[in-house]
């Protein structure tokens, strides 16, 4: 009766044992499966990590490479800049007496006036002693009276100084010219010539061609009429 007793609870004690193996085995297998897919995830996590920190790396050398372009355009660029700064100075030093020439020209301006009132005065007076010639043409030969009254003492000329009217004769008598040619005939500076042409021009004495550079300068047709000594108007 013991004996059978004692095979009961060992056959007992197998099957619990069995059961309990059976049981901690699927445990084991199942924290197995869960420990190969939490290392596949974490082995997932680090690949992920490791190409972000590849891509971060590769964008962090372009960024040292652009970094490195544009400190080289930067020395470059203020290499230019000290290159324009040295050009700007020589062009200031030579621009420095052109200012001082620039500041002279009102008081150049200011003798031309002077002089061109001394002219008129002079013409008015010798139109003056002409009338008075023509009033005692008994004394005063025809041909003498001619050469106390030339050309340039007409009406409309009377406020030219001799250089203007010097320019008026030269384009009478050789046609359209340019300034630079004008200039090489009354022998004066470019910017005083371009002056006194710009204020032949508005005065209405002569008529200017802007189709090309330098511009060109003619007489205007009733110019030419009263330029026209005695003799080529009768």
Not at 107 to 134: H, P, V, Y
Not at 190 to 215: D, Q, V
């Amino acid at each position: 009766m013991i004996e059978a007793t004692t095979v009961v609870i060992v056959i007992v004690l197998s099957v619990a044992t069995f059961v309990v193996a059976v049981l901690y085995g699927k445990r084991l297998h199942e924290a197995h499966r869960r420990y190969s897919e939490a290392k596949s995830a974490f082995d997932d996590v680090i690949l992920s990590f490791s190409k972000q920190l590849q891509r971060q790396g590769e964008k962090a050398e372009f960024s040292a490479r652009k970094v490195e372009v544009l400190s080289s355009r930067g020395e470059l660029l203020a290499e230019q800049m000290k290159d324009q700064e040295r050009a700007v100075q020589a062009l200031a030093a030579k621009v420095e007496p052109l200012v001082a020439l620039d500041k002279a020209l009102p008081r150049i301006d200011t003798l031309e006036n002077k002089f061109g009132e001394i002219s008129s005065m002079k013409e008015s007076l010798l139109q003056k002693i002409a009338e008075i010639e023509k009033r005692r043409p008994q004394r005063v030969p025809e041909a003498r009276i001619e050469s106390a009254i030339p050309i340039k003492r007409e009406k409309a000329l009377a406020q030219l100084t001799d250089t203007e009217l010097t320019v008026l004769e030269f384009l009478a008598t050789e046609g359209e010219k340019t300034a630079p040619q004008i200039r090489e005939r009354i022998k004066l500076s470019r910017e005083h010539t371009a002056r006194l042409m710009k204020k032949l021009y508005e005065k209405g004495y002569l008529e200017r061609g802007a189709n090309k550079i330098p511009f060109t300068y003619r007489l205007k047709e009733e110019m030419k009429n009263i330029l026209k000594k005695p003799e080529q108007k009768s």
